[in-house]
C-alpha cells in the first residue's frame, strides 16, 4: 500500500462547529505533516509528527489541534474555525524522522469551506 | 536562510513540443532539491529528488531535471509534452543543516492541443 488516504473529501462547517480531519498512511512511515493550500498558491507547512511527537508546530492558531494516536494516523482537530481558514488541507508522510530533506508522499487532501 | 524563485508563473506548450519549468534556488548549504506536480484538486505527486548524487537527475513520466551548482539553478524539462502533463508545478528546497524547506510559487503547465 503505497497510498496516503484522507477523509472526508468535503467539509463545510460553521463558525460554531468542532470537525476532525483524519489521514492514514500503511507505508510504515514514521513521520507525518499537515499543510494548508489556500488556492493558486503552494502549500505551507503547519504541523510535523515524528515518531508519533510533535517535532513542528509552525505557529500555527490553537483553533487548529493536531493529534497522532499512532505512527498510522494524524488528526487534525478544528474548532471555532474563520471563514479565511477555507482551503485544501493536504496530509503528508514520510519515512524516517520527520526530517525536511525526506521525499514526502501526499494524500489528495479535505476541502474546507467555512461559512 | 534559503529561498526558491520559478521563473514562470505560467508555461504553455503546444502537445508534443518540449516543456522547460525554471526553478532558481538559494541554500547556504548542500541543498535537496525536488520537483513535485499537483493536479487539478489533487494532492502532491514526486517528480523526482536530487541529493548531491548525479547532477542529472530522472523522475517519473519522462520529466527529469538538472541540478547546475554554478547556477544555482534546477530546470525541469521534458523533450515532448503529453496533455496529461497540464497541471501546477512546484520546486522546493529543502536544506539537512537548518531543517528548513521551502516552496517556490508554482508555474501552471497548459499544454495546447
Not at chain 1, 93 to 105: A, I, K, M, R, V
Not at chain 2, 92 to 111: E, K, P
Amino acid at each position: 500500500d503505497t497510498e496516503v488516504t484522507q477523509t472526508p473529501k468535503h467539509l463545510v462547517m460553521g463558525m460554531t462547529n468542532k470537525k476532525s480531519l483524519k489521514c492514514e498512511q500503511h507505508m510504515g512511515h514514521r513521520a507525518m505533516y499537515w499543510y494548508k493550500q489556500k488556492a493558486k498558491k503552494p502549500p505551507e507547512l503547519m504541523f510535523v509528527y515524528s515518531y508519533e511527537k510533535l517535532s513542528i508546530n509552525e505557529s500555527v492558531p490553537s483553533r487548529f489541534s493536531p493529534e497522532c494516536p499512532n505512527s498510522s494516523l494524524l488528526n487534525l482537530h478544528l474548532h471555532a474555525l474563520q471563514p479565511e481558514d477555507s482551503a485544501l488541507y493536504l496530509c503528508a508522510s514520510s519515512q524516517t524522522s520527520g526530517e525536511l530533506t525526506d521525499t514526502q508522499y501526499f494524500g489528495p487532501g479535505t476541502r474546507l469551506t467555512v461559512l | 536562510a534559503q529561498s526558491v524563485t520559478q521563473l514562470d508563473s505560467h508555461v504553455s506548450v503546444s502537445e508534443g513540443t518540449p516543456v522547460l519549468l525554471r526553478c532558481n534556488y538559494s541554500s547556504s548549504y548542500s541543498p535537496s532539491l525536488f520537483w513535485y506536480v499537483q493536479h487539478p484538486n489533487k494532492g502532491l505527486q514526486l517528480l523526482l529528488k536530487y541529493t548531491s548524487a548525479a547532477t542529472l537527475v530522472k523522475g517519473i513520466n519522462g520529466f527529469e531535471a538538472e541540478f547546475k551548482k554554478s547556477e544555482t539553478s534546477f530546470h525541469l524539462t521534458k523533450p515532448s509534452a503529453h496533455m496529461s502533463d497540464a497541471a501546477e508545478y512546484f520546486c522546493v528546497v529543502s536544506d539537512y543543516n537548518n531543517n528548513d524547506m521551502r516552496f517556490g510559487a508554482g508555474t501552471r503547465l497548459t499544454v495546447k492541443p
